[in-house]
Every structure is written in C-alpha cells, then in structure tokens.
C-alpha cells in the first residue's frame, strides 16, 4: 500500500484524454505526422490492412492491461491472458502461433527475445495507449523477426498544444485497486509529458477447487505493477526536431503456473524502456529520421515448493534467479519524393541483443543483426490505384542470412469500392532458448538453427453503403500463410536428451474474415467480425495446439453527445482449440459478454464515473491446458481458468 500511494502522489496526473461518451479524439492532441508516425497509414494506402484501437475505446471498455483492450476489438486477433490482467498470454493471429506476431511500443521493438512464445505485454496498463495499430498479414519488411502474421504497434499518448492531464482512481472485486494518470503541455518549442500509474490485486484462483492439490497453498494469482514514463520533444526550426521516450517499470507478478506444490511463486521484474530520435525534412520531397532504443529487462525469480514428506517444511527451487536481456539498436529510415506520386523509402535497422537464464539455464550469448531495406511505392501512375514493392537483407551474426520481398496495392474502384492485397515473404529469427539453453537432464539448444521463412498473401473486397441515417462498412478477407524451416523438438538419442532441429514439414494456414461495422448517426456504432482459419503441418488434418479455428467479436456503443452518459457492450467468442498430450484435449468454444457503462456527473464533462462487469453472465472457460500429475504421482490435465464475473468502478478527473 505504501508503494501504491507513493506512485499516486508522485504522479499526480492519470488517466484517458478522451471523455466523450463515445469515441472521439482530443482537439488539443498533437500528432506530428512525422515520417516514423506515419509509416502503418502509409502501408494501409498502398494495400495493407491496419486495424487501430483508440484511447476512447480503451477507456470506455474499462481495460486495465493492453491484452484486455485488444482480446475484444482487432478481428481476427486470439489474445488469452492466463489469469486476468498483468499476466502471460496466448496469442493467434490470422491463424499463427503467439511466435508470429511482433509487438512494438512507439515504433521499438519490444518482443522476448529469450522466449519468442512468452510475449511481453503482462506489464503494460492500458491508460497510457493513445492508440493501438494492428498491421495484417507478413510486415517483415519494415518491421523485421517475427511480424510473420503481423506487426503490433503500442502509440503512447501523443503531446498537446495546450495543458492537459487527469487523474483517475479505481477498484475491483478481486480486491484490485488502479491508480493511474498524465499531464502533458507545450512552452514555446518545448513539448512534454510525464505520467504514471499503480496497479495492485490479489486476483483470483488460477485453477478450480478439483484441480488443486493439497501442496498447493498458494492460490490466487495477483500483481503489483507501477509504472512511470515521460516523453519530451523539441523542434528546431520548420524542418528538424528532436524526441525522446522513457519508461520505468517494477513489477511483483505471482507465477502460479501448477496447481500443486506451490508455496510461493513470483517474477520480480524491471523494465526499462529507451529511445531518442531525430527527425529532418530539409525539402519538401526529403524526410529522414535516426533513432536509437535500448529495451532492459531484468527479472528475479523465486520459488518455493511445499515439502509433501516433511509437511511444514519448505523447498527452495530458485531463490531471486536471474532472467533478462537487454537489446539495443539504431534505425534510420529516409523517403524521397520524385513528384507524380513516386516515393522511394531506404533504411537500415541494426540490433543487438544478449540474454541469459539462470532458472532454464540459457547461458549468456550476443547477438546481432544488420539488415537494410527499400521501398518504391506508386500512388499517381494510375487514377486510384496505389502499389509497392520492397525488398530486406537480414544479417544475423549467428546462423545464415536471408533475404525477403513484399508487393502490395490497393484499387478504390469507385467510391464505396475497394480491393487490396499483399504479397510477399517473412522470417522469424531462432529465439535464445532454441539457440543456447544448455540444461544438462534434459534440453540442449541448437545454435545451427536457420530462421523459419514464410510466403504470405493477404486479400479483401470491401466497401461502404448508406442507408439512410446509418453508414455500412463492409470487408471480405482472404489470406494465406506457408512456414517451411520450421523450428521444431526433436529427441536425440545419442545424448538423451531434447534438442531443436529445422525439421519439421511446412504449416499451411489458409482462411477469411468477415468485418462489418455500422454509424447510426452520432449515437451508436455497432462492428461485428467472423473469422477462421485452417492451420496445419503439411500432411495432416490436425490442427496446430493453441489456434482457435474461429473466431467471432461484436462491440456495440451508444454515445449521445447530448446525454450525460453512454454504454458500451462486447461479445467474443471463441471456437474450438486444442492441445496434444496422449490424447487430444479439447477447449475453447466459449462466448464472453462484458458491459461498460459511463456517466458524467458535470456539464463540462471533467468528472467521469466509469462501471464495468467483465464476464457479465460468468462464463466458466478455459485459457490454457497443460498436464503434470497429482500428488501421488497421477497423470492428469489441468485448466488455466478464464477471469471469472468481476465488477471494476473508476473516477477521473480531467483539468
């Protein structure tokens, strides 16, 4: 409690931007418009797909962490957090395995590069995001390892013309309470803007009452995170300027990752989040920006088992171990304008990387990767019709080097008619764990490893149809995904042990998506998508563990902007999923319904009381499944269970 009011006074200023009753931007926000800033709008003109969550709907769902805000709102994007907010997750996109999608925050890479499936979002609160841009389908080109199914990029809040802030305080009923808030100005040249949030919680119980041994005495899963950042820029003139982004976290987040002998288990985390960037635009048809990022993580972890022979006693498994990585870089990238709508874009990225475990016993190793990349893009030669083609070189210090491509374009055949695709090739770079683990009983890594690769199609047909006082918005998509070189485990008979090969045949994943969304006036929205996919090894009929075959989401709003109040309400449901152990185990198939309602107790709008229910009618589901055995030395399978029906009540201030 003392961390949590200490957080809340240092950062008196918290909280969204936005408080409309329904989703809206703040006139005062200034969005630079920068050649970095721009780059997902730009690919979405020339024929990629990019899916944006705002502020206000982040804030009018009530989300507390940015899995939470995502799980409801990008069409065919699969987020399952384990147990609740602050926490791993699983993640499927367009029928890819949580491997295959990159996550950046501002534009810096922010993946595990220890573990490529463990992704790093259980620390990042959902009040900081200005907005969340999803690009579909192969982005390697851009983007770089693993944006094989596409590319994430988290957008803290942007600066202000003028000063602004707020604070908000909330709470819940797993004994949860949420401090977060910002403030932000201008002063001649000099734009700037701190903020800073705490979030604490005991949780809830991870696995049912059946499920749990009687070793395990540790049974809920909770967290403490606070986070503190700051961005400060300046502009030198009409044609550079200089920013800077910084972002401290520290974190306790229990790991209650069985349901038997725990007596204790938790990650002690700090995460330290660095970059600086210069932007030049010296002509009108030249733009240039240079920036570096350094992305520190640092995590202690700890373990204590119940002794099952000596009741009472305690087994130290790992005592403050250490786990991280640091990773570090510069990318510059530049765009040229030859006049009648021909654009060429040039860049280079350069990463280092090391990291170490002392609990799975990944010894510490460097690495890096150069890579430079281009872009011509099209968008005049032809009346509406825009095309690209680009071309990157990935130079990794350790393993081969490879070489990917990418086309695009899009069609606006009339005014309310539009066709889009993509084409092209993608890679994932082997993570530190295939590479380098080193565990003598059981696991060895394979620093031969070549990276998987990719080819990659996306398509749709889409559109817009009034009907009287609403607007229809329609896509149809289609897309298609090969993976050869896949990275796989295979056993090694001579030492005994478990290793990594590029064995494994191709994965195949072919499927659509239906979008449609509709504006009833200024009051109500209302989207809806369907998607599904197939996603399986060359050969088989089996499809790959953790990817749900389908998936449906529907968010509805009302927003009066002459009322005093609004509601919003989602529903998402996922189809069947399954993992492999003996046998199959069968999970997924669940429907969660959660209710957001708001209401402002002030004309001017700057007082803001936010309800929310998530799991409105308690649905009873499964997250992830897992096997280990009971006490007495059973097999059997166990179940991550869903967040159960919970109440969260917030209020802000906004001055």
Request: charged share 20%; glycine share 10%.
């Amino acid at each position: 409690m003392k961390k949590l009011l200490l957080a809340t006074a240092a950062t008196a200023a918290l909280a969204s931007p936005v408080f409309a009753a329904g989703v809206g931007t703040d006139e005062n926000i200034v969005i630079t418009g920068r050649l970095e800033e721009t780059v997902p709008q730009d690919l979405a003109e020339v024929g990629n797909r990019v899916n944006v969550v705002t502020a206000a709907e982040i804030l009018n769902g009530g989300y507390i962490d940015v899995t939470q805000a995502l799980q409801s709102s990008i069409p065919g994007l699969y987020i399952s957090p384990l147990s609740g907010p602050f926490d791993y997750h699983d993640a499927s996109f367009q029928g890819g395995r949580t491997s295959d999608l990159l996550w950046q925050i501002d534009g810096v890479r922010i993946n595990n590069r220890l573990y490529s499936t463990t992704p790093p979002l259980d620390t990042i609160p959902a009040y900081m995001i200005e907005r969340v841009e999803v690009v579909e389908g192969g982005q390697a080109l851009f983007f770089g390892t693993q944006a094989v199914a596409g590319a994430v990029n988290i957008v803290t809040k942007e600066f202000s013309a003028t000063p602004d802030g707020a604070i908000s305080v909330g709470g819940g009923s797993n004994q949860e309470i949420h401090t977060n808030g910002y403030f932000r100005d201008t002063i001649g040249p000099h734009q700037f803007f701190v903020y800073g949030s705490a979030d604490h919680a005991k949780g809830f119980q991870p696995f049912s009452d059946d499920e749990y041994q009687p070793s395990a005495t540790d049974r809920r899963r909770g967290y403490d995170v606070i986070t503190v950042g700051g961005k400060y820029g300046i502009n030198f003139g009409g044609d550079a300027r200089f920013s800077a982004n910084y972002q401290h976290t520290a974190a306790t987040l229990d790991f209650l990752n069985r349901p038997k002998f725990t007596a204790k288990a938790f990650n002690e985390r700090k995460e330290d989040l660095l970059s600086a960037k210069f932007d030049w635009s010296p002509t009108d048809n030249f733009d240039l920006y240079l920036k570096g990022y350094y992305h520190w993580w640092d995590t202690e972890y700890t373990e204590y088992r119940n002794d099952i022979a000596n009741p009472g006693n305690l087994i130290v498994i790992d005592d403050a171990d250490f786990w991280g990585f640091e990773d570090y870089g510069i990318n510059a990238v530049g765009k040229y304008s030859f006049g009648n709508g021909i654009d060429l874009y040039g860049g280079y990225d350069y990463q280092n990387y090391w990291g170490e475990d002392q609990v799975f016993l990944i010894k510490k190793k460097t690495e890096s990767v150069h890579a430079p990349f281009a872009q011509l893009r099209m968008t005049n030669l032809v009346p509406n019709l825009t095309l690209a083609a680009g071309v990157r070189y990935n130079a990794p210090s350790d393993g081969p080097s490879s070489t990917i491509w990418n086309v695009s374009g899009q069609w606006d055949i009339l005014p309310t008619l539009f066709v889009k695709g993509s084409v092209g090739t993608a890679f994932r770079l082997p993570d530190a764990y295939e590479l380098y683990v080193v565990d003598p009983c059981c696991e060895q890594g394979n620093p031969n490893l070549k990276p998987e690769e990719s080819t990659n199609f996306n398509g749709s047909i889409g559109g817009t149809v009034p009907l009287g006082m609403a607007t229809l918005r329609w896509e149809a998509v289609g897309f298609y995904r090969d993976v050869r070189k896949l990275i796989v485990i295979v056993f090694d008979p001579v030492r005994g042990i478990d290793t990594f090969d590029n064995s494994g045949p191709k994965v195949e994943v072919r499927g659509g998506e239906l979008i449609l969304g509709a504006d009833i006036g200024n009051s109500f929205s209302a989207d809806f998508s369907y998607s599904f996919n197939s996603s399986e090894q060359h050969g088989t009929d089996d499809q790959l563990g953790d990817i749900p075959e389908s998936l449906a989401k529907a968010v509805f709003d009302f927003h009066p902007t002459d009322m005093p109040f609004g509601a919003s309400v989602t529903i998402n449901h996922v189809g069947d999923v399954h993992r492999t152990f003996d046998t199959v185990e069968e999970f997924g198939d669940y429907t969660v319904v959660d209710l957001g309602v708001r209401a402002f107790v002030d004309e001017g709008r700057k007082h803001r009381i936010g309800l929310n229910v998530t799991n409105l009618f308690d649905e009873d589901y499964a997250t992830r499944v897992r096997s280990t055995t009971t006490d007495t030395g059973t097999p059997f399978i166990y179940h991550y269970r869903g967040m159960p029906q919970s109440f969260q009540v917030n209020y802000t201030y906004a001055f």
